[in-house]
Nanobody, 122 residues
Framework: VQLQAFGGGLVQAGGSLRLYCAAS????????MGWFRQAPGKEREFVGA????????YYSDSVKGRVTISRDNAKNTVYLQMNSLKPDDTAVYYC????????????????WGQGTELTVSS
């Protein structure tokens, strides 16, 4: 599966943004999907993951309560809705596909999108 994330941009603190990840290829619904982010000079960080059916989501503590992940298997798309944005949310955001659900480490994901950059200004 090939992934492409988009929707990033410049947002003021307190604002909201929705990121998208479009998948091409077959069998999108057979992959657990995850979102990661990488701030400048830092390691890639897990944001959250959604299972193959889209009915269960797991979030990291750093974003819990401010982020909603969803997916539409008919459209081969996974979403990351981010609210109450903070400057610390500034990063390149990546979507990724795993063979199993609810994986939170980089090595568990087989396919990666190219990333979309989000900058949150204070």
């Amino acid at each position: 599966v090939q992934l492409q994330a988009f929707g990033g941009g410049l947002v003021q603190a307190g604002g909201s943004l929705r990121l998208y990840c479009a998948a091409s290829g077959r069998s999108f619904s057979t992959y657990g999907m995850g979102w990661f982010r990488q701030a400048p000079g830092k390691e890639r960080e897990f944001v959250g993951a959604i299972n193959r059916n889209g009915d269960s989501i797991y979030y990291s503590d750093s974003v819990k309560g401010r982020v909603t992940i969803s997916r539409d298997n008919a459209k081969n798309t996974v979403y990351l809705q981010m609210n109450s944005l903070k400057p610390d949310d500034t990063a390149v955001y990546y979507c990724a596909a795993a063979l199993y659900d609810f994986r939170s480490t980089v090595n568990d994901y087989r396919y990666w999108g190219q990333g979309t950059e989000l900058t949150v200004s204070s």
